[in-house]
């Protein structure tokens, strides 16, 4: 195993981590020319690996060799993505959903090229692992790791997320991929921002990034049902409220979202419950500017009517999803109108210009698929 290490944003800051084989000591990292121990996680001598981790602060943190800058005075390119594992699931009663790993699988090249964008940050919205079940033998990928399993999570996501980790420190943002009963475990040991507890978290609180000029909350919509209204949300109030003031909102499931089916809108009840939630704290929808969330496998933006910005970066990596219908879309909660869909790989930069940002919606190997000026609402 290559060394694993990376940064997460944490509801308390930056935090180190580093993986190491179970029988190695943890190691020291240099912050700003210090030197800090880190030390285990607990409960990660039950994930074949030890996680090694620290709270930090200051401006650069050092890493076997790589300098990350962990605190930045003011956020100017930030890469966003998102659903990037590759698909493997094969469970009775449910579609056998099956992605060539080998050779139609792009999250590593994106992960590759978004890396030489040089982001000062990386948001990942959630759904890392997706290799559930054995991959069948016509793939060419027989034997290969599947299940909640550090093996798995390398190949997955830690292996090939590797130039873009070394980079930029992360908000990562829980999926339903990571829901205790699917790879929670993975997610509680390897890349939850929360102090580890022994008991699988069945949501984490929401919390907020504060870079210079920027504020972004943190909030997660893993439990939500897509069918129906649940009520994931409702004890949430006073957690949404610590994100009044925030500019951008990460989330997984997509707050405002709609299509269409036999010509008739369509609006899931999961985001119907987000957004009550939301509701409770004005102060919340009062400053938001630009909402981004994953689930769907497709790039998309929308834009509410005297409201925010609804930006899905789904397609990161896992097997896409048919396009829903765009369009100008109206329901009793809200309006939104959709102005552009893109079923292809790829990530999405967002750069800070004056009084606003520019979103590039990019391929694979960056080629600009689709742009525009997200400014500031008054």
């Not at 003011?74 to 993505?81: C, F, K, S």
Request: glycine fraction near 8%.
């Amino acid at each position: 195993m290559d060394v694993s290490h990376f940064v997460v944003m944490g509801p308390s800051g930056p935090v180190v981590r580093v993986l190491v084989p179970v029988d190695e000591r943890c190691p020291h990292v240099q912050v700003d020319g210090r030197d800090v121990s880190l030390v285990a996680r607990l409960g990660s001598k039950d994930f074949d690996i030890k996680i090694c981790e620290a709270q930090v602060s200051g401006k650069r943190v050092r890493v076997a060799g790589d300098e990350i800058v962990i605190g930045p005075s003011e956020l100017n390119r930030v890469v966003i993505l998102g659903d990037t594992g590759c698909r493997v699931k094969n469970v009775p009663d449910q579609p056998v959903e099956l992605q060539d790993c080998s050779h139609a699988w792009e999250f590593p090249k994106i992960a590759e090229t978004a890396g030489s964008e040089n982001p000062d940050l990386v948001i990942h919205v959630g759904d890392y692992m997706y290799r559930e079940s054995a991959c069948p033998a016509e793939l060419g990928c027989a034997g290969e790791p599947f299940g909640d399993t550090f093996p798995s999570w390398y190949q997955d996501f830690l292996k090939p997320a590797q130039p873009l980790l070394q980079k930029a420190p992360w908000v990562m943002v829980r999926g339903n991929h990571e829901l205790c009963h699917r790879a929670g475990a993975g997610w509680q040991e390897l890349l939850d921002p929360e102090v580890y507890q022994a008991v699988c978290r069945i949501r984490n609180a929401a919390y907020r990034v504060d870079i210079g000029q920027l504020s972004i909350g943190v909030l997660d919509s893993s439990l939500a049902n897509d069918l129906r209204t649940t009520d994931v949300f409702q004890d949430i109030g006073q957690d949404v409220a610590k994100l009044a003031g925030v500019s951008w909102l990460v989330t997984h499931k997509p707050i405002w979202l709609a299509t269409a089916s036999k010509g008739r809108p369509i609006s899931l009840s999961a985001s119907m419950s987000a957004l009550e939630a939301l509701e409770s704290a004005h102060a919340v929808l009062n400053s938001l500017q630009v909402a981004f969330a994953g689930h769907f496998h497709f790039f998309s933006l929308g834009e509410v009517l005297r409201g925010p910005y609804q930006v899905i970066v789904g397609n990161g990596g896992a097997l896409m999803a048919q396009l829903p219908e765009k369009g100008t879309y109206q329901f009793p909660a809200y309006t939104i109108k959709t102005h552009e869909m893109i079923r292809q790989y790829g990530y999405t930069l967002m750069t800070k210009i004056p009084d606003g940002w520019l979103l590039e919606a990019k391929s694979t190997e960056g080629e600009v698929l689709f742009e525009k000026k997200l400014m500031r609402r008054r």
